[in-house]
Nanobody, 123 residues
Framework: QEQLVESGGGLVQAGGSLRLSCAAS????????MGWFRQASGKERTLVAA????????YYTDSVKGRFTISRDNAKNTLYLQMNSLKPEDTARYYC????????????????WGQGTLVTVSS
């Protein structure tokens, strides 16, 4: 059974920082590329960042490049997202998942989602 538990969200002023964490089951985490998605109210869930198993290959959507950093601790089966210089448009619920790139589309490998963690950025 896949387990994903996101934490670290909260209310922060624009320009502030937050660090999100995702504790995953070993099966979900091991040897898989992991990613962070976000879903704002009334919008689709989209991938924000992804990192491969060894941590040396990352992907960021254009809107977060230079502000967010994805990382992972394979010994702890934990994924992180350091978010700096936050903007009101970053407000969303953030989810982690094992991901794969199919064509030009990022997919949730196990089609399993946690409860997410809510990030609210005030202006």
């Amino acid at each position: 059974q896949e387990q994903l538990v996101e934490s670290g969200g909260g209310l922060v002023q624009a320009g502030g920082s937050l660090r999100l964490s995702c504790a995953a089951s070993r099966r979900t985490f091991r040897n898989n590329r992991m990613g962070w998605f976000r879903q704002a109210s009334g919008k689709e869930r989209t991938l924000v960042a992804a990192v491969n198993w060894s941590g040396d290959n990352t992907y960021y959507t254009d809107s977060v490049k230079g502000r967010f950093t994805i990382s992972r601790d394979n010994a702890k089966n934990t994924l992180y997202l350091q978010m700096n210089s936050l903007k009101p448009e970053d407000t969303a619920r953030y989810y982690c998942a094992a991901v794969s790139l199919v064509g030009s589309t990022w997919r949730n490998v196990f089609d399993a989602w946690g409860q997410g963690t809510l990030v609210t950025v005030s202006s």
